[in-house]
């Protein structure tokens, strides 16, 4: 449990000192309910940078239709409960690609994840010793790699702030002998720091 405590303050100490280094850019942070199948309440914290900017322009009759693209790259960490079975801590990267039309607040984007998940198991684990002694065990844990496939939209309400909906689905690889399908939900703020 210090564990993950640790890590949440040092990625939270983090985003502010990354901020405040370039204030000619946009400096986005997010902030979000993160949900394992949606149920299992968490929080993820995250930053967003921009690789590459573009606009497309498609010439109609009636009018012009600009459509502003971009590549991002956003790390994360996140943290759930699972009450009574585990919880879990997730170190991710996200790559996405994301398009809004000119005049609109409104965006879409898909994204990559590639994520370390820890799990610590709740109550006690009794671990087999390589001697063959059973040992108790409080918060054992077990570590994941984690690719996911994920679609977020959103909406900038201001230049200061906006809000987004995400659906992820992946799957935790090297568990046990084979994968187990996962499933986050997320429902949260994004926030320029450079318009503070």
């Known amino acids: 449990m210090k564990k993950i405590i640790l890590a949440l303050l040092l990625f939270g100490s983090y985003l502010p000192s990354t901020a405040q280094s370039n204030s000619d850019k ?110 108790a065990k409080k918060w054992a844990s077990r570590m994941y790699f984690l690719p996911t496939l994920n679609y977020e939209i959103g909406q900038q309400l201001n230049e200061k702030i906006g809000w987004f909906g995400k659906i992820s689905a992946g799957a935790k690889l090297f568990y046990n002998t084979g994968i187990s399908p996962e499933a986050f939900v997320e429902v949260g703020l994004k926030m320029n720091l450079s318009k503070f």
């Open 26 to 135: 946009n400096e986005i942070i997010s902030v979000s309910y993160f949900g394992h199948y949606g149920f299992h309440p968490g929080l993820k914290v995250g930053a967003q940078y921009s690789l590459k900017d573009w606009k497309k322009t498609k010439e109609r009759k009636e009018k012009t239709k600009i459509k502003n693209k971009s590549l991002f790259i956003s790390p994360q960490v996140g943290f759930y409960v699972h009450p009574g079975n585990h919880s879990g801590l997730l170190l991710n990267a996200d790559l996405g690609y994301q398009r809004k039309k000119e005049h609109s607040s409104f965006y879409s984007a898909w994204t990559i994840g590639l994520g370390y998940l820890t799990q610590f198991n709740a109550g006690i684990t009794y671990v087999q010793e390589q001697n063959g002694s059973i040992t």
